[in-house]
């Protein structure tokens, strides 16, 4: 099926999307053990997840949240999480949860400045995540499951066509010396 321009827009996400986090966490050693508490943690791919470990998620995944928050999108229908057996308050959180909550979210701007970024810069989110993760390979900065761009000097690749692509981001550390390149 092939997407008009319009389709595209509409459709491009800038928090941090399924297919990306599956895949980067997945790259994770033991990120998809089973470990006990792990359905409270946002960094496993262990579900379904209690409700803390899908505020967990979801603010990793670039979106603000807490529990009452997705309590109150139970209440209002806008998700349908399972109830734990055996309570009456704790809900089970499947992946298709955790995304139709933070679709909501994304749809109501209540986004952390990770994703601010991104939609400023018209970045995908898993593939600036993917770029800290090689810079931080690359120069020793250190691991973090997200990105943060303090004290690095960042350099935004344009899309062609903004209206439907993703610009490119990569991250050096402060005191490298860039020339910029010449097209033609």
Not at 88 to 102: F, G, L, R, T, V
């Amino acid at each position: 099926m092939n997407l008009t321009d319009n389709e595209k827009a509409a459709a491009k996400r800038h928090y941090w999307v399924r297919e990306d986090f599956d895949h980067l966490m997945g790259l994770l050693p033991g990120a998809d053990r089973v470990t006990p508490n792990g359905n409270k943690q946002g960094s496993t791919l262990e579900y379904p997840k209690h409700t803390e470990g899908a505020v967990s998620e979801l603010k990793l995944r670039g979106l603000t949240c807490d529990g009452e928050k997705l309590v109150g999108m139970v209440s209002e229908g806008i998700v349908k999480p399972e109830l734990m057996a055996g309570s009456q308050s704790i809900y089970m959180w499947e992946k298709a949860d955790i995304d139709a909550a933070a679709e909501h979210l994304f749809a109501k701007r209540e986004w952390n400045s990770w994703t601010h970024f991104c939609f400023v810069g018209n970045l995908r989110f898993g593939q600036a995540v993917k770029a800290y993760r090689v810079a931080a390979a690359k120069y020793g900065l250190g691991f973090s499951m997200s990105f943060d761009i303090l004290g690095l000097t960042t350099v935004i690749e344009p899309a062609e066509n903004a209206a439907t692509d993703y610009g490119w981001v990569k991250f050096f550390p402060a005191d490298v010396s860039l020339d910029p390149q010449e097209e033609g």
